[in-house]
């Protein structure tokens, strides 16, 4: 087999595969499924942009999104109080703006790809995407990239100061005890001081 | 290379490598135990447990998700064997040298995570469930460190590739030259195979931990791919830290192994002889002790390569 039929046979591949894995984010019936399903077409993505010689790029994207992808399935396990993601729960919903969000977006990036003149500049094989790169982000590019960097970095320093257990609003579980056993509609007590015998008590046990 | 050599080169290297990890480890439990040690037992023993696992039943829970249940080592054998091909084991001598293999190894290695949490979350049972959960949250604590690291090893070589940075170490290995290095890689490295003290995921403290309800054919797959994973971490090791295939008169592809079997040996006495961590102090230490010593390891080896 020649080497351009194996890089087209490898981009059918890995294209068809992201196109059917992200499909099947929405066909599955478990959060974690979900989430690596799309991480399975953001691999395909990343192998196609290896493909096209863009390899940092594309091992980068994969780095992230394996990251990204455990740390989204594990955060929506949390939420959604289901403790293993295991049980089945529909992933679709909304159905009727869904569909209509589909299909404008679908109309719209076919459209770009049908009207838009991409450039054609072929590039010899000896360039060095990954030095281009660099040289573009901390080169003409270095004060959006930098001013984005710095911004979302402050964003998560500010968050984990306002989300941690003793952040910026005090201690986290001030005021929050144990949910009731019976279903009411107060909330739930506070709870009851620690009783000063209880050292005392542990002490004989210890 | 030739594709099917090239699978056959990978293949070789983990095998070879996971049956030496083996054979350590064994020769290690029974210093440790006290027990005599009969080389002849001690080199056999891995392949008859390996045939033994082979012929075991397999096990099974109620309602596991089947397919990334058996996905899950052949992910970490896989991405094990992307990064043993990124690797240099002789002076030009790659499976594929390619020109980001330091991100290539990143990258196999943060699928690694979404691997053993996959082999705990798909049994469908509360003891791998907890073991990959603390997987998650050691991944996420080594991360940095290990990226750290590496990067500040590639800074003195100017490239990305495995190759030139061990090209860049004719002079002085980056052993020497960065000191804060290898220590960080290996504590990251101990994590990604969860080995030793950061065995929190398959952890004896929970039964097994993700590998709790795994017995026969499957239980083997998933104890070879965490070693291939450990091979894979020794092997890059020795190639960023412990200068590849330089030194003194034998070739470099000897030089290779021993500097390989060195950091499994160190592992598997370090596996044996310092006890398993808590999970949450690790995580602590880790962000607020690990990551500022890979940033100052960066910081200096960034100004000296200037």
Do not use: C
């Amino acid at each position: 087999m020649s080497r351009s039929l194996a890089v087209d046979v490898a981009f059918v591949l890995f294209a068809g595969g992201a196109v059917v894995a992200a499909w099947l984010v929405f066909r599955t019936d478990s959060m974690v499924r979900a989430a690596y399903w799309l991480l399975a077409s953001f691999l395909g993505v990343g192998a196609v942009m290896v493909l096209l010689h863009a390899r940092f790029l594309g091992l980068v994207l994969v780095l992230m999104m394996a990251g990204e992808m455990t740390i989204m399935a594990v955060f929506m396990v949390m939420f959604m109080m289901n403790p293993a993601g295991l049980n089945p729960m529909t992933m679709v919903h909304q159905h009727g703006s869904a569909k209509v969000a589909g299909l404008v977006s679908f109309a719209g990036l076919a459209l770009v790809g049908i009207v838009a003149e991409f450039p054609d500049r072929p590039r010899t094989s000896d360039a060095d995407p990954t030095a281009e790169l660099g040289v573009e982000l901390l080169g003409d590019s270095m004060l959006i990239f930098e001013t984005a960097g710095v911004t979302l970095l402050a964003t998560m320093i500010g968050s984990i100061a306002v989300a941690s257990k003793r952040g910026r609003f005090g201690d986290a579980e001030e005021g929050s005890g144990p949910p009731p056993l019976e279903p009411t509609a107060r909330p739930a007590p506070e709870p009851e001081p620690a009783m000063e015998d209880h050292d005392h008590e542990g002490m004989h046990h210890g | 290379m030739n594709p099917v050599a090239a699978v056959g080169v990978v293949g070789g290297v983990l095998g070879a490598g996971a049956y030496a990890l083996a054979v350590l480890d064994g020769a290690a439990a029974r210093g440790v135990a006290g027990m005599p040690r009969r080389w002849a037992d001690v080199v056999v023993e891995p392949a008859r447990d390996a045939a033994l696992l082979a012929l075991t039943r397999r096990s099974t829970t109620e309602r596991p998700d089947a397919q990334a249940w058996a996905l899950a080592p052949g992910l970490l054998a896989a991405m094990a064997g992307a990064a043993v091909a990124s690797v240099p084991l002789a002076e030009g001598f790659a499976v594929a040298d390619v020109a980001d293999g330091i991100v290539l190894f990143g990258a196999a290695m943060a699928v690694v995570m979404v691997g053993v949490y996959l082999h705990g979350w798909s049994a469908n049972s509360p003891f791998p469930l907890v073991g990959g959960y603390r997987f998650i949250a050691l991944a996420l604590s080594y991360e940095m460190p290990l990226a750290l690291v590496l990067i500040a090893a590639a800074l003195p070589a100017e490239s990305l590739s495995v190759g030139a940075i061990v090209a860049s170490q004719a002079g002085s290995w980056n052993v020497v030259r960065q000191p804060l290095g290898l220590p960080l890689y290996l504590v990251a490295g101990m994590g990604l195979a969860f080995w030793g003290p950061l065995d929190g995921a398959d952890g004896a403290d929970l039964a097994g931990g993700t590998a709790a309800e795994v017995s026969g054919p499957a239980r083997l797959a998933w104890e070879l791919a965490r070693r291939f994973v450990l091979v894979a971490v020794a092997l890059m090791g020795a190639a960023v830290f412990l200068g590849g295939w330089h030194g003194p008169v034998l070739p470099g592809a000897v030089w290779m192994a021993l500097k390989t079997l060195a950091l499994l040996a160190l592992t598997v006495a370090i596996g044996h002889r310092v006890a398993r961590v808590r999970l949450e102090r690790f995580v602590v230490v880790a962000w607020a002790v690990l990551i500022p010593l890979a940033l100052v390891d960066v910081f200096v080896s960034g100004a000296l390569a200037l």
